[in-house]
Nanobody, 123 residues
Framework: QVQLVESGGGSVQAGGTLRLSCARS????????ISWFRQTPGNEREGLAA???????RYNNRVEGRVTISRDNTENVVYLQIDDLRSEDSATYTC??????????????????WGRGTQVTVS
């Protein structure tokens, strides 16, 4: 069974740094493009960052410079680090995976595998 499990969320102070993890099971991670999305109540999921099997990345302009996506293929984990956290970063963060090109990496409609999400609250 294909699964993604996020971890690392919680309550953090503004200005701090948080690293989220997305662990997989049930499929070969290295062949997939992995992306991080976030969502707040009443809003659509927003793509933040994506990384493909070659390690190429794509970032949302709104967070570029504060967000870093990386992958550890040995451990089958993809990380999202968020620096200089702000109150508007409070959201549910979810990772997604699919066999797509990096050009579609931030488009939620292209992903078929989703985790359940982890909550981040910045105060």
């Amino acid at each position: 069974q294909v699964q993604l499990v996020e971890s690392g969320g919680g309550s953090v102070q503004a200005g701090g740094t948080l690293r989220l993890s997305c662990a997989r099971s049930g499929f070969v991670y290295t062949t997939y493009c992995i992306s991080w999305f976030r969502q707040t109540p009443g809003n659509e999921r927003e793509g933040l960052a994506a990384i493909d099997r070659e390690g190429r990345t794509r970032y949302n302009n709104r967070v570029e410079g504060r967000v870093t996506i990386s992958r550890d293929n040995t451990e089958n984990v993809v990380y999202l680090q968020i620096d200089d956290l702000r109150s508007e970063d409070s959201a549910t963060y979810t990772c997604a995976a699919d066999r797509i090109g990096i050009n579609h990496g931030l488009n939620r409609l292209w992903y078929g595998v989703w985790g359940r999400g982890t909550q981040v609250t910045v105060s």
